[in-house]
């Protein structure tokens, strides 16, 4: 049985409590392990660590945290297996996405490491003959990092890669239920030699980490992903400090089916969109829009690739779709379901849970006669439902996927060139996918609009959330 502590100042810990919490695997409710449960104590003793260490770190020449970051990059690779196996066993999802989830872990590293050497200053012709002007760019301090339990390893990879390559030192507290990925993330940071301080891990009570490391005023920058709910508490609290955030928050994504798309694709994107970490990821396709022409068409095919779809045990051979986190989440799941179905909707395929498994399983779903009424057509399902709107024109469905409070991911699938470049001038979100249902990639900026988020993250611009400007005035 796993036995995961907290990491702080170079050292392996136990909360100053001792009090631990269990860690169930979601694809048949064992306990796999048990994690150190701290608590605001437990994150003082680590700010003051992240707080310490900051200035050495910071002075490094960015080439030598490159070189860190790469070096951590290697392990990470080296590890690919046994990181793929914890994060499976913790949360759910099939091995091979686990995999790949590792495998852009490192690479978020190494493209941060390229970063560091680029965080350019500016030379500014001032309007005094006798006045020099620059801005140069400096790492915004100490780092808090909160993170989501549905990509345990790259999230807080994606956080570290960018925090680490400005100069700044970092606090991570992860979800409750995934501390095993980021405890093993650590372990291979000390390996790696990263400095006493530099990284350090609380896991545990997130009321009160998340309390501490908005209110302590060591730490200058809090970056957070998660549910809209909670980023909104954390930003009012960050107003308190007048304190630097970047939010990747929920999302509700369109994917929208023109009649001239190659169906296929289309049904292949719609599939990866919606089913992949069984439908759990903040850029998950929330509703598909089809246009009527092809709807039956559309309909035959994706019916028949949602019930090829095989759930189970993520670490089992030939799995394709994992279980969802938990008790809650499965709740929440069927009541958008049974709020559709009560207000007219009705099941294609799927629709409640799935009783022959002993884990939180809900058997992938389709759902027809979908309309704006209904819950799901607002809120974040975080499951593997996929509600199917019909819709006539480009203009009408464009202002179908504009209606929502959310802004994080849209996709779209037409062979028409000049659509392609109106719909994505007129989708109201921050990353869209044309013919494309996978658009994340370390090198483009991943961040939503509205009420999906403040920032970016990866992309050219990786490092500018982690870095201040200072304007330097010289008179000579
Ligand atoms: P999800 O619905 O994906 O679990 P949450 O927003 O609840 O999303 O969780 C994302 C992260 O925020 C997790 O690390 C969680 O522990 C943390 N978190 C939850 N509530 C709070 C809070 N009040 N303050 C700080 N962090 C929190």
Redesign the pocket.
């Known amino acids: 049985m796993n036995q995961w502590s907290m990491y702080m100042n170079g050292q392996w810990v136990q909360a100053t409590s001792g009090e631990r919490s269990e860690i169930i695997n979601p694809a048949d409710r064992s306990v796999v392990g048990t994690a150190a449960y701290g608590g605001a104590v437990d994150a003082e003793r680590a700010i003051h660590a992240a707080a310490a260490a900051f200035k050495s770190w910071a002075a490094l020449a960015a080439k030598e945290r490159a070189a860190y970051l790469n070096r951590l990059a290697e392990l990470l690779e080296q590890h690919k297996e046994e990181l793929a196996g914890l994060i499976t066993l913790e949360m759910g999802k099939p091995l091979a996405e686990a995999r790949g989830e590792v495998a852009i872990s490192a690479e978020y590293l190494r493209w941060n490491a390229g970063e560091a050497v680029r965080s350019y200053g500016k030379v500014i012709p001032s309007s005094s003959a006798d006045k020099r002007l620059l801005s140069i760019r400096q790492p915004v301090g100490p780092v808090g990092a ?5 990509f345990p390893l790259s999230m807080a990879a994606r956080k570290l890669g960018p925090a680490l390559a400005a100069g700044c030192t970092i606090v991570l ?5 995934t501390p095993g990925a980021a405890v093993k993330f650590f372990e291979l940071a000390a390996l790696a030699g990263i400095p006493a301080g530099v990284m350090n891990l609380v896991t545990g009570d ?2 009160e ?3 501490k ?1 908005l209110s302590h005023p060591a730490i200058r920058k809090i970056t ?4 809209t ?3 909104k ?2 930003m009012k609290s960050a107003a308190d400090h007048v304190k630097n955030v970047s939010m990747e928050l929920g999302g509700h994504a369109p994917l929208i089916v023109f009649e001239d798309a190659d169906l296929e694709q289309a049904v292949a994107g719609a599939m990866s969109s919606k089913f992949r970490n069984a439908g759990q990821t903040c850029i998950c396709a929330n509703r598909i829009y089809v246009q009527r022409s092809v709807a039956d068409r559309f309909m035959e095919q994706f019916k028949e690739a949602v019930e090829r779809l095989v759930a189970g045990d993520g670490r089992v051979e030939g799995t394709t779709i994992g279980p969802v ?1 938990d008790e809650k989440s499965l709740r929440k799941i069927q009541f958008q379901v049974d709020d559709a179905i009560s207000k007219g909707a009705s099941v294609v395929t799927g629709g409640k849970r799935n009783e022959r498994l002993s884990g939180y399983f809900f058997e992938p779903t389709i759902l027809q006669d979908v309309n704006d009424t209904m819950t799901i057509s607002q809120e974040e399902t ?1 499951g593997p439902v996929a509600p199917i709107y019909l819709f006539d024109t480009e203009e009408e469905v464009i202002n179908q996927a504009n209606h929502s409070v959310y802004g994080l991911a849209a996709y779209f699938y037409t062979k028409d060139l000049g659509r392609t470049i109106r719909v994505y001038e007129a989708l109201e979100y921050g990353i869209v996918g044309c013919n494309d249902a996978v658009p994340t990639a370390v090198e483009g900026p991943f961040g939503g609009l509205k009420e999906s988020g403040i920032g970016r993250e990866g992309g050219p611009d990786s490092l500018a959330d982690f870095l201040e400007t200072k304007f330097v005035s010289i008179r000579i």
């Open positions: 909160i993170t989501p339990w549905n507290k992860p979800a409750l239920q997130p009321k980490i998340g309390d490391l957070f992903t998660g549910s709910a909670v980023g508490l954390l986190i975080f």
